[in-house]
């Protein structure tokens, strides 16, 4: 058995240096849980249907599969653009993230498109449109899903918070 004999001071030091570690902790952890919250909100929009001006065609989200020849001809009787997921940029525009200590939100501001919401709940999970039934697009799932097995597999939003350890650690003991 090994007895050690610590001094007050050393205590204290000790104690002190705890307390440092964990709010060290609790910021580094609070920065990558920010960051991964960006990281679903720019993989989202980034799988939204969108127009390339310079090949004058569409970039199909990884998602989805192009509408169907009867929704193609009952999007465009109503003059809306057929190829994407968005047909207003609304929801692309309103993908944000907002943080706040430990805490993050990732999807829909409907600060910036009032409707933006209930359009993605209609594109996520289908719906019913002049009777007939329009079927889902899922978008914010499937990111979801695929930032889980990211997750699972040691990468993505675990590496964020893997690094914010060794961060912490850094920063209160030099190491």
Excluded: C
Aim: net charge positive; proline share 3%; no cysteine.
């Amino acid at each position: 058995m090994i007895r050690i004999k610590l001094s007050e001071n050393d205590v204290a030091y000790f104690k002190q240096t705890l307390v440092n570690f964990v709010e060290n902790l609790k910021r580094d952890a609070d920065d990558a849980l920010s960051a991964a919250g960006r990281d679903y909100a720019n993989k989202v929009r980034e799988h939204i249907g969108t127009h390339d001006p310079f090949t004058d065609s569409v970039v199909y989200g990884a998602f989805w599969k192009r509408l169907s020849d009867s929704w193609i001809q009952t999007k465009t009787s109503g003059g809306k653009d057929i190829d994407k997921w968005s047909a207003t940029g609304g929801i692309y525009r309103s993908v944000r993230t907002h943080s706040l200590p430990l805490y993050v939100f990732s999807g829909i501001n409907s600060v910036q498109d009032p409707d933006a919401y209930d359009r993605a709940i209609h594109n996520e999970f289908g719906t019913m449109w002049a009777n007939n039934k329009v079927p889902a697009r899922p978008l914010f799932m499937p990111v979801a899903n695929s930032m889980d097995e990211e997750y699972k597999s040691g990468n993505g939003v675990y590496r964020y918070f893997v690094d914010a350890l060794k961060i912490a650690v850094r920063r209160t003991w030099g190491i």
